[in-house]
């Protein structure tokens, strides 16, 4: 834990107790504030209770007398509107901050030398948060990973010499970090996502570009245009940039030809890595996670060979393009964190011949973007609210069934893919949707698929992670 010693003697409100809530809240009481906690769900008040915090209903507190509102990602600061509490706050002048800001102010205080990676993006974010911390342990190095991805950043040891923070943000977490300042800032890309709580696309680009404005250096994606723009205006600053080009090259950074990860400096290039060295990290969009970690890793001080060593040992990430088993010619494949229609086309360019499960609640935009893969597609299997739009979508290009459950998509997608003669087969999960109409989270509706997998393939023929 990360005791938040900068707010030590002030009163602070703190609404949203799940897992990066009571984090905040126990991080905050053990550095000697008072703290006050509030959920508008029962259970989790009472949870937080028997861990030993002050529950007390915020709507009957006098937010005059707060020196902060905490509030957890997941609750709305703007848009669709603001939760109550915001409005509270903003009534009172109380500033309203997120568990990466308090990581912020901790370091700025106690280790302000403390290497900080940030990384943000639509796509790609958690397998290059992963990425970048794996080759630092492999190569030794002391890492602290955390953030949007698995533990709650102040759940993580504290900064200090030669320990290196790597934290996943996504754009509600940003959009609480006004002091956010890494070390390392990167940008991955940007496309349509999460405007419920943001309201446009460009309020969304300019929450994510905050990241990498108070960074030392930035690495950003160039293959967007919104990216794109963010990398001019980070190189007018005179401030140290990578950028990283894989559908359109650039003339100083990193970028993808034939499969290697080049290093170019107007016109004269370096093969600095085979990409099928690296068997987790499959596809044009492993390409960009690759990059980024190797720009971000060499700022840590690694070396180019300790770097490539850590990039083909990088063992992938559950619930990612994670390949879960395999029965004869027929490759099973759990994407479920595919939540929107530009990270299932990934999985769709990494595989030739598809039996498609997808659907849920979706996004804006729906599947239309994706026509261009369609003809990759053999068969699709439609689940969730999205049901009805994503088979209007594929009419007359790719034949579509339309299901109840997610159990009963994949086991009509397996014994299709069986009767297939094709010699490689992808039975995948990619939803292109979020999970919320039939699951808690994208989470547990891969260990659905998981299960659904397991279930309906002979143990005798399978092989991959049973686990």
């Given at each position: 834990?990360i005791?938040i010693?900068t707010?030590?003697?002030k009163r602070?409100?703190?609404f949203?107790l ?5 984090s905040t809240?126990?991080?905050?009481a053990?550095g ?5 906690v509030?959920?508008d769900n029962d259970?989790r008040v ?5 861990a030993?915090?002050?529950a007390q ?6 937010f ?7 509030l957890?990602?997941g609750v709305p600061?703007t848009?669709?509107?603001?939760h109550?509490t915001?409005?509270?706050?903003n009534a ?9 800001e308090?990581?912020c102010?901790?370091r700025?205080?106690?280790?302000p030398g403390?290497?900080?990676v940030a990384i943000?993006?639509?796509n790609g ?10 080759i630092?342990?492999?190569?030794d190095?002391s890492v ?5 991805i ?9 900064a ?5 923070h790597?934290v996943e943000?996504s754009?509600?977490?940003i ?7 890494p ?5 991955l890309?940007?496309s ?13 680009a300019a929450?994510k ?9 930035a690495i950003?994606?160039t ?5 794109a723009k963010?990398?001019?205006n ?6 140290e940039?990578t950028?990283i080009?894989?559908r359109?090259?650039v003339?100083r950074?990193?970028m993808l030809?034939?499969?290697?990860l080049?290093e170019?400096v107007?016109g004269?290039e370096?093969?600095?890595f085979?990409?099928?060295k690296?068997?987790?990290?499959r596809?044009a969009?492993?390409?960009?996670n690759?990059?980024?970690a190797f720009a971000?890793c060499?700022?840590?001080?690694l ?5 490539v ?6 063992p992938?990430?559950v619930?990612r393009m994670e390949t879960?088993a ?8 759990n994407d479920t964190?595919?939540t929107?229609?530009d990270?299932?086309?990934?999985a ?7 039996y498609?499960?997808?659907?849920g609640v979706p996004?804006s ?15 699709a ?10 088979a ?8 579509a069934?339309?299901?109840d459950s ?5 086991a ?8 297939d003669?094709a ?5 995948l999960l990619s939803?292109?949707c979020?999970?919320?109409?039939q699951?808690?989270n994208f989470?547990q509706?891969?260990?659905a698929f998981?299960a659904?997998?397991f279930?309906n393939l002979?143990?005798n023929?399978?092989?991959?992670d049973?686990?």
């Amino acid at each position: 834990m990360i005791p938040i010693t900068t707010l030590a003697g002030k009163r602070v409100a703190v609404f949203g107790l799940g897992g990066s809530g009571l984090s905040t809240a126990s991080a905050l009481a053990a550095g000697s504030a008072d703290v006050l906690v509030w959920d508008d769900n029962d259970g989790r008040v009472k949870a937080a209770e028997d861990a030993g915090l002050k529950a007390q209903n915020l709507r009957h507190v006098d937010f005059s007398t707060l020196d902060a509102l905490v509030l957890a990602p997941g609750v709305p600061l703007t848009h669709p509107q603001p939760h109550w509490t915001v409005d509270l706050a903003n009534a009172a002048g109380v500033e309203i901050i997120g568990d990466i800001e308090l990581f912020c102010r901790e370091r700025a205080a106690l280790a302000p030398g403390c290497p900080f990676v940030a990384i943000t993006g639509t796509n790609g974010k958690s397998t290059t948060t992963a990425l970048i911390a794996h080759i630092l342990k492999q190569a030794d190095r002391s890492v602290e990973m955390g953030g949007n991805i698995g533990t709650a950043i102040l759940s993580l040891k504290s900064a200090a010499p030669g320990r290196i923070h790597v934290v996943e943000c996504s754009s509600y977490q940003i959009d609480l970090a006004p002091s956010l300042a890494p070390s390392v800032g990167i940008l991955l890309n940007i496309s349509p996502d999460h405007l419920d709580r943001h309201g446009t696309i460009e309020n969304y680009a300019a929450i994510k570009a905050r990241l990498i404005t108070n960074s030392d250096a930035a690495i950003v994606g160039t293959d967007d245009r919104f990216s794109a723009k963010v990398a001019d205006n980070v190189e007018a600053s005179s401030r140290e940039l990578t950028r990283i080009g894989i559908r359109n090259p650039v003339s100083r950074g990193l970028m993808l030809r034939a499969g290697w990860l080049l290093e170019t400096v107007d016109g004269t290039e370096q093969k600095l890595f085979a990409l099928n060295k690296a068997p987790n990290l499959r596809g044009a969009h492993n390409a960009q996670n690759a990059a980024a970690a190797f720009a971000a890793c060499r700022y840590c001080g690694l070396k180019d060979a300790e770097i490539v060593s850590g990039l083909e040992s990088f063992p992938g990430l559950v619930h990612r393009m994670e390949t879960i088993a395999q029965e004869g010619r027929v490759r099973l494949v759990n994407d479920t964190k595919a939540t929107n229609a530009d990270a299932a086309e990934r999985a769709l360019l990494s595989f030739d011949h598809i039996y498609w499960i997808a659907g849920g609640v979706p996004k804006s935009g729906g599947i239309a973007g994706l026509a261009d893969h369609f003809p990759r597609i053999a068969k699709a299997y439609l689940i969730g609210e999205a049901r009805d739009e994503f088979a209007a979508t594929l009419n007359g290009y790719v034949p579509a069934e339309l299901f109840d459950s997610l159990e009963e998509a994949t086991a009509a997608a397996i014994k299709d893919a069986r009767n297939d003669t094709a010699a490689d087969i992808t039975v995948l999960l990619s939803p292109a949707c979020a999970s919320f109409d039939q699951f808690s989270n994208f989470e547990q509706r891969g260990e659905a698929f998981r299960a659904a997998v397991f279930s309906n393939l002979s143990r005798n023929e399978m092989h991959g992670d049973q686990s």
